[in-house]
């Protein structure tokens, strides 16, 4: 079994920047991807990036594409995402979780083994 952990979420003014950490624990054969995903009070948990393990293609949304970089340490197995011009907006918790089947790697319900999350909060 897997265990994702997120670290490195804070506070931070628009403009600014944050890189966050998901630190894998566990065997991670079989894992397809690794993505990181939002969430906001009353909105649903939507896709931000994800990283292909075996051969290291990335997407990205497109809320998000040109500002954040999602890349993997090998020697860890620890997934960054690097934050740069943040905006309000981008205020959430951010999780980040594994897929073992390939499919839609954009949707949440494709991932398992998520972490705790951790909060990102941008203030204008």
């Known amino acids: 079994q897997v265990q994702l952990v997120e670290s490195g979420g804070g506070l931070v003014q628009a403009g600014g920047s944050l890189r966050l950490s998901c630190a894998a624990k566990?065997?991670?054969?079989?894992?397809?991807?690794v993505g990181w995903f939002r969430q906001t009070p009353g909105k649903e948990r939507e896709f931000v990036a994800f990283?292909?393990?075996?051969?290291?293609?990335?997407h990205y949304s497109d809320s998000v594409r040109g500002r954040f970089a999602i890349s993997r340490d090998n020697a860890d197995n620890t997934v960054y995402l690097q934050m740069d011009s943040l905006k309000p907006e981008d205020t959430a918790v951010y999780y980040c979780?594994?897929?073992?089947?390939?499919?839609?790697?954009?949707?949440?319900?494709?991932?398992?083994?998520w972490g705790q999350g951790t909060q990102v909060t941008v203030s204008s």
């Open positions: 979780a594994r897929n073992t089947i390939g499919g839609t790697l954009s949707s949440r319900g494709f991932y398992t083994d």
């Open positions: 990283i292909s393990w075996n051969n290291g293609p990335t």
């Open positions: 566990g065997e991670m054969d079989g894992t397809r991807a």
